[in-house]
C-alpha cells in the first residue's frame, strides 16, 4: 500500500495521477488529506481518502497503519516544517511503514549563510530526522521547478521584461511533473532503499538564456535586466509586493546567482528513461500563443 501526503497539492495529484497511469490500482493509493472536502477528485478516482494532519500525531498514526511505502511531500509551512515533519516520520515509525521516500531539495550551501537557508534548513534537518529513524528512505534532492519561472517573470513578463537578480549563472530547472513521475517511478519498482538521488535537468541554463528562449516561443525580443538584490528589493516594495514574497523571490535569485542549482549531477533522466522536459519545451507549452 502506497500513502501520498499533501495529496490535494501540485506534486501530490500528479504523483498519484503516475501511479494510476503505470498500473497501480486506486485500492492500492492512499492520499493524505487534511480537508477531505478538497478531496473530491481523487475519491472519483477511487483513492482511498484518510485525514490526518502534520500536528496530530494520532491522525497520522492512524493514517500510516498498513502502509509499506510513503511518500512525505514536504510541508508548505516553512516556519515550522521541521516539527511537523518530526511528526509524520516518528508516526510512521510507530506504525510500522517500510520505506519512506522524502521530496527534499537541491542545495550546496548548507549552513546559515545560504541566500534560502529559511528553506533548505528544515529540510537538512528532516533528511538527517529520516535518516536517523531507521526507516528505509529514498531522498529526493528536487531542483528548482521551471512551473516556478512565470511566477519570478510576472504576469506582464511579455510586455515589461524580466526583472530579476540571478545575474548569468545557470541551473538545472526541471518540470514539476517529471519530478513527481520519477517519484512515481520509484515507489513501484525496489531497489531504491537508503539512497539520495539528484533531481535536476540535464541541461543548465541561465535565466537570460530562458530569456532569449521566451522570446523565441512568442516572436518578440524580451527584455532583461539583473539589479543588484538591494535595488530589486526595493523596486519591488515600492511596486507594492508583500514583504514576505519580495524576500522568497530575492533569496532564491541570490540562491541562482551564487550556484546553488547548477549541478552535472543527476538521476532524474535515469529515473525517468528518457530526457527530462528542457526550459525551451516548458516555455513553448506555457506562452506559445494558442490557436
Known amino acids: 500500500m502506497i500513502l501520498v501526503t499533501g495529496a490535494t497539492g501540485h506534486f501530490g495529484k500528479s504523483t498519484i495521477d503516475f501511479l494510476l497511469k503505470k498500473g497501480i490500482s486506486s485500492t492500492n493509493i492512499v492520499a493524505l488529506v487534511r480537508d477531505e472536502a478538497k478531496a473530491g477528485d481523487l475519491k472519483a478516482k477511487g483513492i482511498t481518502i484518510r485525514t490526518g494532519d502534520y500536528h496530530n500525531y494520532d491522525s497520522l498514526i492512524n493514517a500510516f497503519e498498513g502502509i509499506n511505502k510513503l511518500l512525505l511531500v514536504s510541508s508548505s509551512d516553512i516556519t515550522d516544517r521541521t516539527r511537523q515533519q518530526q511528526n509524520v516520520v516518528s508516526a510512521a515509525k510507530e506504525a510500522g ?50 512551473d516556478m519561472l512565470p511566477i519570478f517573470f510576472g504576469q506582464q513578463v511579455l510586455e515589461k521584461g524580466v526583472f530579476l537578480p540571478t545575474g548569468e549563472t545557470s541551473a538545472a530547472f526541471s518540470t514539476r511533473d517529471d519530478m513527481a513521475e520519477a517519484a512515481a517511478n520509484v515507489l513501484i519498482s525496489d531497489g531504491h532503499e537508503n539512497k539520495d538521488y539528484g533531481i535536476s535537468n540535464t541541461e543548465n541554463v541561465s535565466v537570460p538564456e530562458i530569456v532569449k528562449s521566451l522570446g523565441e516561443v512568442v516572436g518578440k525580443e524580451i527584455g532583461y535586466v539583473s539589479p543588484t538584490s538591494e535595488l530589486f528589493i526595493e523596486t519591488m516594495t515600492k511596486a507594492g509586493v508583500p514583504e514576505q514574497f519580495v524576500g522568497m523571490f530575492a533569496g532564491f535569485s541570490e540562491a541562482i546567482r551564487q550556484g546553488e542549482f547548477e549541478t552535472f549531477n543527476t538521476d532524474l533522466e535515469m529515473l525517468l528513461g528518457r530526457k527530462p522536459v528542457s526550459a525551451k519545451e516548458f516555455l513553448t507549452g506555457f506562452y506559445a500563443p494558442k490557436n
Open 97 to 146: 511503514v517500510k520505506h519512506i521516500l522524502y521530496t527534499s531539495t537541491e542545495r550546496k550551501n548548507e549552513t546559515a549563510t545560504s541566500p534560502i537557508h529559511f528553506v533548505t534548513g528544515s529540510h537538512i534537518e528532516t533528511e538527517n530526522i529520516i535518516k536517523a529513524s531507521g526507516i528505509p528512505y529514498t531522498i529526493f534532492r528536487n531542483n528548482l521547478y521551471l
